[in-house]
């Protein structure tokens, strides 16, 4: 008994002395991040003349007790960052004093920074430097443009916005700007109907992009996720960039104290320009603009009210002309001449508001409210009509009447009319959590969303095949015109859904990880509940032997620095409200949730090549689909069968390497082999008959993709500059429009272009040298010229159809935009 009140007595006493020592220190702390105000986990910081040593945790949050009435220096240091030093002041007793510490990223090059390796073991993860994406030579005017370079992305047409990923479609593919979930357009057909994309390049902060695997946290998609960030300025900046093709212009600011923080951005885009280079010819008035703003109000140190708002107009007005397409072989050519009457209207308006209140409890828990609302008002108007003419072409190379039309072939008339309308309108509220515990990061959601869809549609297609009228006829004797549809529809529903994940270091020394979450997911059109879990881990198996070599206790080793990842989980895809609509225009009530489940291994690794930073990636995935929607692809138009009736799968791999080629300058090049079949079941043929179900390529079945983006510059003169996009994609499936996706075994030609760029800076942004007015006020300046489509190939989008007097069909194919030269101009205040 007398030793256990001893040992209480010695325990207390201690406890004593170590509160008394506490109070005669001072305590010392804060946050280090990055330029872009990340937080950067594991700094290794050092204080003198004390010695104590520790690091920065996932927050970028460091504390220390310090001794006070003595100065003190501060030494931080990170691989791949020039490390800092700092002094402070002495310090008094029971002193607290925030030092928050920005650390930049060590190496920087002329054209693009190399690439954070905050997020490298997230799988499939990409980071992408925003500020830069504005030098590529861009036709659509769109961000997404530099997603098409990255393994496992692929499109086929560069008016368009929209990609694939990983054998998934537009609507497979998540957006996310500052949290909120962003939609694209119901109606466009067309890339040159899209306008512009919501993403204002010239406003983003961080961008992330995962191809596949990813966390619980992101929503119900099958295929990737873009998670965008807007800035937070902290003080007055102004951008303007003005080409042929529309200019693109922002302003961000500041208050003194840096509580109230803003962002005002402007697009205009006409692509008339380059859409004059298509075989059909007419009247092309394209007209896209829009407006959008973030508000930040940093209420207190732990509260932010923020505020997002976008509106968009986008107008494409079109009167046809003529049209002449040559198509075929180099022994059986054939030339289509159309002349058309009538024009086509497509426009719509969209307007986005959000609110998020942000509350950081300490800095290890951060709370979330957020509200959206997004409005759609979409309208197609259109009557054309054309009598069009199908004539042989000579092959003979010795006749004089070589590639002219040699005799004619069939003759015929048709009328494409539409009057179709949709409103929309998508209400969300809901909250995000966040709370770091030890080797723990839980994070977790829930949202409550409300859809209100309104859909006219009135559209019908009379053909007159060479020179005879084929009309159908119904069982009552009365005219049937062809593709007729007539209907109004409209749906009101409501989603619930929320996330819970957990991040756990399981050992430091090799740095493995593993992220487990599960997602919930319930609609009231069809009342399924759907329940996702997921689950990534990461470890690094050479990080004992790396930091040896990092230290110099091995001699003349070189560091093998491998990181090894891997992914599991399924992703539902809960209809929106394309997938429900049939090709009749019927609503389907049971229709299902399509499901992917992912299998994803692979790993990147750091390495010098040239005595310059060098990365490679490569992953393996398997996706096996289950419960999927059939559909067809015309241009970016995606019809859907509206059945789960069909399963599949899709796998391949993906390759990357990107680094200095040229010294200051960072390039890459990717590949991707992938395939997806899937097979249909219930499908018959045009008489009726069942088909017996066999695995057939899906729509975005695209073997190979490869894309090269390369910089380059004049020894002698660094401030001419040059970038190349190469991009090449194998043949797409495509087959006769019957509804039948077993005919569909045909490949359109492989999708090949060159983009190239040509700049010459007129004011570095790192320049030093101030000297007159313009230097002064201007932060950075460059004038370029861009060659869209160098090499002049002709890529196929799509077919139209035509018919001569015996039946028989021709697939004459939609050519995308030719060479065009457009002259550039960025200035940065």
Known sequence: MRNYIACFLFGLT??????????????????????????????????????????????????????????????????????????????????????????????????????????????????????????????????????????????????????????????????????????????????????????????????????????????????????????????????????????????????????FTWLLGARYWSNAYVLGTFDVQGDYQPKFYDVQTLLNWHLTDKLTLSALGSFASNKYYFVPQNRQTTFGTVNRAYQLNIFFEGADLMEYQTGMAAATLDYKLNHKTQLKLIGSSFYSNENEIFTVEGAYRLSDIETDLGSDNFARA??????????????????????????????????????????????????????????????????????????????????????ETYRLNGYFQNTQLLNKSNNASITYGIRMNYWSFNQQTVVSPRAQFSFEPNKRYNRLVKEQKLDKKVRKDWLLKFAYGWYYQPPFYRELRNFDGVLNPTIKAQRAIHYVMGGDMNFVAWNRPFKFIGELYYKQLDFLVPYEIDNVRIRYFANNNSSGYASGIDLRVNGEFVKGAESWASISVMKTQEKITDAVDAQGNAITPSYIPRPTDQRVNFAIFFQDYLRKNPKLRMNLNLVYGSGLPFGVPDRN????????????????????????????????????????????????????????????????????????PNYLTNRRVNIKMQMRF
């Open 14 to 259: 201690q406890l004593l002395i170590a509160n008394v020592k506490a109070q005669d220190k001072a305590t010392l702390f804060g946050t280090i991040s990055d330029s872009l105000n990340r937080p950067i986990e594991d700094v290794n910081i050092q204080i003198f003349p004390s010695n104590a040593t520790g690091n920065s945790d996932k927050f970028g949050y460091y504390s220390f007790q310090v001794p006070t009435e003595t100065a003190l220096t501060l030494v931080f240091t990170y691989v791949g960052r020039p490390p800092r030093k700092i002094d402070v002041a002495p310090l008094q007793k029971g002193e607290k004093h925030k030092l928050d510490v920005k650390m930049e990223y060590g190496v920087s090059l002329r054209v693009f920074v190399v690439s954070e390796e905050k997020d490298r073991d997230k799988v499939s993860m990409y980071t992408i430097d925003p500020k830069k994406a504005s030098i590529l030579a861009n036709v659509s005017g769109s961000f997404e443009q530099i997603l098409k370079t990255l393994p496992g992305v692929s499109s086929n047409n560069e008016l368009s916005s929209q990609y694939n990923v990983r054998g998934g479609n537009y609507d497979e593919n998540l957006i996310y700007v500052n949290d909120i979930e962003i939609y694209r357009p119901f109606l466009p057909r067309s890339g040159q109907q899209e306008g512009l994309s919501f993403i204002h390049t010239e406003l983003v902060q961080n961008v992330k992009f995962s191809a596949g695997g990813f966390e619980a946290r992101y929503g119900d998609k099958m295929s990737s996720v873009l998670d965008i960030k807007y800035k937070d300025p902290k003080k007055f900046g102004a951008s303007a960039t003005v080409s042929l093709l529309g200019l693109q212009t922002h302003v961000e600011g500041a208050s003194k104290d840096l509580r």
């Open 406 to 491: 040699r005799s004619l072939r069939g003759v015929g008339y048709f009328i494409n009319n539409a009057r179709n309308s949709v409103i929309a309108r998508v209400n969300n509220i809901g909250h995000r959590g966040f709370h770091s515990a030890g080797k723990n990061t839980l994070q977790w959601g829930a949202f409550v969303q409300t859809e209100a869809v309104n859909d006219k549609l009135h559209e019908w297609y009379y053909d007159d095949s060479a020179g005879f009228s084929r009309p159908k006829i119904d069982t009552s004797g009365n005219f049937e015109l062809s593709n007729y549809l007539s209907t109004r529809l409209r749906l």
């Open 741 to 812: 996706r077993y005919n569909d075994l045909n490949r359109i030609p492989s999708y090949r272009r060159v983009d190239l760029g040509i700049n010459r800076v007129i004011i570095e942004e790192d320049s030093k040298k101030r000297d007159n007015f313009w230097r002064k006020n201007i932060q950075s300046a460059w004038i370029g010229i861009e060659v869209f489509n160098l090499l002049g190939v002709n890529n196929t989008i799509s077919y139209i159809w035509i018919e001569d007097v015996t039946a028989a069909r021709y697939a004459v």
